[in-house]
C-alpha cells in the first residue's frame, strides 16, 4: 500500500468529518442515560475529565497516526512501525478496532432504527394529545415488537452501506453540518422549556453537584469507556479519517473544537432530559429507553411540538448517520484494501453488521433472558464491553505507540503544533493518559 495523495478539501472539512462521526448517539442517547444509570454529577465530572485528560490527547494520537501513515489503518501502523524499526505486528491493532466497530455499529444501527422508528411517528403526529404513561407505553410495546424493530434497523443498514458503496459521504457530512446548528438551536430551545418546568431546578443541582462518595470503580468504568466512545477514540475510525488531513493545520486545534461541539449536545441533551425526568417524577436509571421517553414529553409541552419532534428525530437520524459511516469505513476498507470492490465490501459487512444486529433486536423480546456474560444479554453486552474494554485497550494501545514508538520527528510534524505543543502533548499522553488507563483498566479487571 502506497501513501494517499487525497485530502479533504479543506481545514473545515476536516473538522466536519470528525464531528460527524463524533456527534450521534452518544450525545443525546447514551449520554443521558449513562449519567441517569451512574447517580448523575459524579458521572458528568468523571466523564469531562477523561474527555480533557484521555480523550483529547488520545484523539490527538489517533488522528496523528492516519496522518503520519497516510494510508489506511492496518497499512498505516504497519508502515510506520517499519520506520521506526519495530515489528509490523503493530497492524493488528487496526484488525482489533475493526472488531471493536463491527460490534458497535451491530447496535448502533438498531438503536438508530429507533430513531427512524420515532420520526415516522412523529411526522403522523402519534405523540400529540398523549399522556406521559402513554407514551412511555408505546415505546416498551416498540420493544418488544421485534418485527418492526428488524425493519427500521434494516433501513438505516441500507441508508448507511449505500452511502459507504457510493463513496459519497463527504455530500451527505456537508449536509450534516448545513443542518447541525439546526440541532444546536432545538437542544437550546428544549433547555428554554426545561427552565420553565419544576423539575429543572432539581436536574441542575442532580447533574452538577458531585458527590464525591458516589463515585465507585464502576461509575468510573462507565465514564472513561463514554468519553472514548463519544469522541469515536480507540478505534482506528478516526486513524482512518487522518490519513486525508491537509498538510498544514494544527491537531490539537481542531480536536478541540470538535469535543467542545460534542460536549455541548451531550450537556445540553441531558439538561432538557433531566427536568424532564425530574418534573415527571420519572427514575432517572430508566435505561435506554430514557431519551425515547423523555423528548415526546417535552415537545408535546411546546408549541408547534409535533414538528419540531420530527425536526428533531431527523436531525438525530442524521447525525448518526454520519457516526455509522465513520464506524463502517475502515471494515469495509480492509476488504476494498484486499481487492474487493467498494459495492460487494459493503454488502459483505452491511450483512454481517445486520444479522449480529438481529441479536441485540431480540434482546428486548425472545432473547432477553439470555445471557452471554455476566448476566448481561446481548444487547446489554455489546453496548457494553467493547465501549468499556475494547475501546481504552485500543486508545491505550495507540497512545503508546504514538508517544513511544514513533520517533518524535514524525509525530511533531504529524501534531502540527511546535515544538513546545508537541512536547506538552507527548508528556500528557506519556504520564498521564497512559497511566490513567491503565490503572483503571487494572482496577476493573481485578
Ligand atoms: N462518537 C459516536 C457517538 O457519540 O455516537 C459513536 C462512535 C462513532 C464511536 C465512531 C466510535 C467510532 F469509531
Ligand atoms: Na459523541
Redesign the pocket.
Known amino acids: 500500500m502506497s501513501e494517499t495523495l487525497e485530502r479533504w478539501g479543506s481545514r473545515r472539512a476536516f473538522i466536519l468529518a470528525v464531528t460527524g ?7 443525546i442517547w447514551r449520554f443521558p442515560y449513562m449519567t441517569g444509570e451512574n447517580g448523575g454529577a459524579a458521572f458528568l465530572l468523571l466523564y469531562v475529565v477523561f474527555v480533557l485528560v484521555l480523550g483529547l490527547p488520545i484523539m490527538m494520537a489517533e488522528i496523528l497516526v492516519g496522518r503520519a501513515g497516510r494510508r489506511g489503518p492496518i497499512h498505516a501502523l504497519a508502515h510506520l512501525a517499519r520506520q521506526a524499526g519495530v515489528s509490523p505486528h503493530w497492524r493488528w491493532l487496526g484488525l482489533f478496532g475493526a472488531v471493536t ?1 463491527f460490534f ?1 455499529l451491530s447496535f448502533y444501527s438498531v438503536v438508530s432504527g429507533w430513531s427512524i422508528e420515532y420520526l415516522i411517528e412523529s411526522v403522523n403526529g402519534n405523540f400529540s394529545g398523549r399522556t406521559p404513561d402513554e407514551i412511555g407505553a408505546s415505546f416498551d410495546a416498540f420493544l418488544a415488537d421485534p418485527l418492526r424493530m428488524t425493519f427500521n434497523h434494516t433501513l438505516f443498514i441500507l441508508l448507511t452501506m449505500s452511502v459507504v458503496a457510493a463513496g459519497i459521504s463527504g455530500g451527505l457530512e456537508r449536509l450534516n453540518n448545513l443542518l447541525m446548528p439546526l440541532l444546536y438551536i432545538l437542544l437550546v430551545v428544549l433547555v428554554g422549556y426545561a427552565v420553565t418546568t419544576d423539575g429543572f431546578g432539581t436536574a441542575m443541582a442532580w447533574l452538577f453537584t458531585p458527590d464525591l462518595e458516589a463515585i465507585t470503580l464502576s461509575v468510573v468504568l462507565n465514564a472513561m469507556g463514554h468519553a472514548f ?4 477514540v480507540g ?1 482506528c ?1 478516526l486513524m482512518a479519517y487522518g490519513a486525508y488531513m491537509p498538510d498544514h493545520q494544527s491537531l490539537p486545534r481542531a480536536v478541540v473544537a470538535v469535543a467542545v461541539m460534542d460536549v455541548a449536545v451531550a450537556l445540553l441533551a441531558g439538561i432538557a432530559i433531566f427536568s424532564v425526568v425530574f418534573s415527571q417524577g420519572m427514575d432517572p436509571a430508566e435505561g435506554p429507553g430514557l431519551m425515547f421517553v423523555t423528548l415526546p414529553i417535552a415537545f408535546s409541552d411546546l408549541p408547534g411540538g409535533p414538528l419540531w419532534l420530527s425536526v428533531f428525530f431527523l436531525l438525530l437520524l442524521l447525525a448518526t448517520w454520519t ?1 455509522s459511516i ?2 463502517a469505513e475502515p471494515l469495509v476498507a480492509i476488504f476494498t484494501d484486499a481487492g474487493l470492490k467498494r459495492g460487494k465490501a459493503a454488502a459483505l459487512i452491511g450483512s454481517l453488521v445486520w444479522l449480529v444486529g438481529l441479536l441485540s433486536v431480540f434482546s428486548f423480546s425472545s432473547l432477553s433472558e439470555v445471557t452471554w456474560l455476566a448476566g448481561m444479554n446481548f444487547f446489554e453486552l455489546v453496548t457494553t464491553v467493547p465501549l468499556e474494554f475494547f475501546l481504552p485497550i485500543g486508545g491505550l494501545l495507540i497512545a503508546i505507540f504514538a508517544a513511544w514508538v514513533m520517533p518524535a520527528s514524525t509525530a511533531m510534524r504529524a501534531l502540527d503544533a511546535g515544538p513546545g505543543g508537541f512536547r506538552l502533548w507527548r508528556g500528557l499522553v506519556r504520564y498521564v493518559s497512559i497511566p490513567l488507563v491503565v490503572i483503571v483498566l487494572l482496577s476493573a479487571l481485578w
Do not use: D, P, Q, Y
Not at 466512545?229 to 469515536?232: G, R, S
Open positions: 462521526a463524533a456527534v450521534g448517539l452518544g450525545n466497530v458497535i466512545f463519544t469522541l469515536a478505534a475510525a457516526s465513520n464506524l
